[in-house]
């Protein structure tokens, strides 16, 4: 949305080509204090938030690159940067599911663009690794809930031998039942929890090739 006001509009774009000027030059405080006073100037232009938010971003405030972030794709939704840093934000919090869907957006509008920019490469590598993250955060509460059924069974099979008067002879060797079914039950359970294990070792590097990555404005 073009900014409007005439006079107002030319100081709030004069502190915008200020700002990018500090940020260039890593002036990250002087660079949003500039683009403060054009969004107090003009607050509904989304470059000036979208910015401040590249400020933030680049001083790892996640708390304010979402917050600036969220008000630049108010104005604009069609922002790929907008909904890069958003995503990253998201990440931060592991709000890995929302974290995940701002990233797409991002990567489908650049698609969309027909851009060759060598951000979605960037994109590609977060989203990766939210996706890693997410899958990880599931799989852990998965692998807890199958060990925990797991000894539930056990201790099911251990009673059920119990009161049938059975699990003493297994223990003298003379019947054999109980360690069977014990070893049964812990191939499939064994089964289960590898069928929920990663088979490319390179999703787990993924983590450590993901850095935050300074944009340009």
């Known amino acids: 949305m073009a900014a409007g006001g005439g006079g107002v509009a030319q100081q709030a ?14 002036r990250l405080g002087a660079a949003i204090d500039c683009y403060t006073e054009a969004i107090a100037l003009c607050p509904d232009v989304a470059v000036y938030w979208m910015n401040r938010a590249l400020c933030h971003f680049r001083r790892k405030d996640w ?29 931060d919090k592991e709000e890995f599911a929302l974290a995940i869907k701002e990233l797409e957006k991002a990567l489908n509008l650049l698609k969309s663009s027909s851009s060759t920019d060598k951000m979605a490469e960037d994109i590609w590598q977060v989203l990766a690794k939210a996706k890693y993250l997410d899958w ?32 003493g002879e297994d223990l003298d060797g003379s019947s054999n039942e109980y360690s069977e079914q014990i070893k049964l039950l812990s191939e499939v359970f064994s089964k289960a929890t590898l069928a929920d294990t990663p088979g490319d070792v390179k999703a787990v590097l993924i983590i450590n090739l993901v850095s935050v990555k300074p944009f340009a404005l």
């Open 13 to 26: 774009e004069l502190r915008r080509i200020e700002g990018n000027a500090c940020f260039k030059k890593a």
């Open 63 to 91: 708390a304010k690159v979402e917050e600036d972030s969220r008000r630049a794709l108010a104005l604009d939704d069609s922002l790929v940067k907008g909904h890069y840093l958003l995503g990253y934000a998201l990440l």
């Open 136 to 167: 990880e955060k599931y799989s852990t509460e998965r692998v807890w809930r199958i060990q925990s059924l797991k000894e539930a069974c056990e201790s099911a099979l251990q009673e059920h031998h119990f009161l049938s008067g059975t699990l």
